[in-house]
């Protein structure tokens, strides 16, 4: 089997996060399973498709920086991308991706956690992530596009934390510093444990053997087509609006809260961050006995069906609150969704925490 390898110049955070799907189309269309690997030029927050931004980002000092924020279409949590990190993207045919995904991430991650390995590094893959010595090295997401499966991810060579802990929101200043500690203890780089960075054009090169090793295939060094790089343009110009960039924010603008309050007699609002697998960010509007609108984000990863988002949301919309449980369960066996951190079960639990909210309760009870 020939695969592509190519390598790219660093690119801006609409090109980064837009490279793959251009090739997805490619892939999609006949093309040859690729590995992309490049970098970012300079830092940008990265905001995953499932998230709402007013709920992740400091956009304060991400505006007095000029650090862009750019809202990919993968799933997974807000990342400050820097150029410290050296990115790739595994771009392959539909039939040639293990259907569960536990499976899809040690294919195609198993070659990043043995060229770690060469270097001395005891690498581990933890689901999505790479881990050394219990800190993550290499973040990785995957998503479906049109009759192809993408693998996304990084390998950290560098870290910049205090950077990275102002740009996300936080609700005190105590809690940055204690978040700027945590990220220090839950993430490594290659710096901090090998003293060192190694050259990229070395990365590279130890990427594409072990890739053909496990693969067996053979990668040819390529570079992108031009309708490739003509849609590439395009829809990095696409991700610079703000309808894009916003989306989930503005599909339901009065759901801004991070608590739970009773509006009056008849209306409460609430929110409530649930831990699952990935973190299920819930806020409701409740109108007597009903779920009168809900906002469901997190760090979760949709692969099948892309809306399936938009459509739990609409489906559960104006259904009775004794109901929830019924309907959900309804639209996961109907929708057979693919998902990566959530479950049915889940999001009913996470609900449950939100009914038993005295808020809640005053305003759902006969």
Known sequence: MSWRFISLPP??????????????????KGGKNTLMVFYAKGPFVNVGVNQEVWLEVDLD????????????????GTVVITPGEHDYFVVIREEDAPRDSGSLYKQYLTPVVDVLREYGLDAQLREQDIVVNGKKISGNGAMTHGKSVVIAGNILLSLDIELMSKSIKVPSEKFR???????????????????KVPSRDEINKKLKVTYENELGATFEESSLTPDEIETWDKLAEEKKAEEWIFYKDNRHPDLRTERCVKISSSVALCHVDYKSRKMLRITAKFTHDELDEVSISGDFFVMNPPDFLDRLEDYLKGTKVKDITTKIREI???????????????????????????????????
């Open 177 to 195: 510093d204690k978040m700027a500690k945590n990220m220090a203890e839950w993430l490594t780089s290659m710096e901090r444990e090998l003293g």
């Open 332 to 366: 996961f066996t109907n929708s057979k969704p693919v998902l990566f951190g959530f479950n049915a079960d889940d999001l009913i639990h996470a609900f449950d925490e939100i009914l038993s909210k005295p808020e809640v309760i005053e305003v759902t009870s006969p």
């Open 11 to 28: 690119q801006d955070g609409y090109h980064m996060v837009t490279s793959f799907v251009a090739t997805a189309d490619y892939v999609t």
């Open 61 to 76: 000092f991400t505006r007095k920086m000029g650090i862009p924020v750019v809202r990919r279409d993968l799933g997974g």
